[in-house]
C-alpha cells in the first residue's frame, strides 16, 4: 500500500520534465522574437521551430502521462482502502473468492 501512495518518483519525474518544458518554450519564443526582427531565410526557421515544438509536444505528453501515472495509484490505493474497510465489516468469514466482493 506504501508503495501506491508513494509518487515522489513521478513527481520527480514530472519536475524535470516540467523544466526541460520550459527551457524548449524560452528557445522558441527566442526562436520567434528573433525571426521577427531579423531577416533570415523561412526553411531556417521552420525547421527550428518544428523541432522545438516537436520536443514540447513530447515533453508535455510525458508530463500528462506521468500525471495520469500518479491519478491511476491514487485511485487503486483508494479503491483498497476502501476494500479494507468492507471486510473489516464483514460479519461473516469469507469462505471463497466471489468478485462481487471486489466490486461491492
Request: net charge neutral; charged share 40%; proline share 1%.
Amino acid at each position: 500500500m506504501k508503495d501506491l501512495k508513494n509518487t515522489k518518483f513521478l513527481d520527480d519525474e514530472i519536475a524535470e520534465f516540467s523544466a526541460d518544458l520550459d527551457i524548449v518554450s524560452k528557445k522558441a519564443n527566442r526562436i520567434v522574437e528573433d525571426d521577427a526582427s531579423k531577416a533570415q531565410p523561412k526553411e531556417g526557421y521552420a525547421k527550428k521551430y518544428n523541432a522545438l515544438c516537436e520536443r514540447y509536444d513530447s515533453y508535455k505528453k510525458k508530463i500528462d502521462d506521468l500525471t495520469d501515472g500518479k491519478t491511476e495509484r491514487a485511485v487503486k490505493a483508494q479503491s483498497i482502502i476502501y476494500f479494507k474497510d468492507c471486510l473489516k465489516k464483514q460479519t461473516e468469514y469469507i469462505k471463497e473468492w466471489n468478485q462481487a466482493l471486489w466490486s461491492s
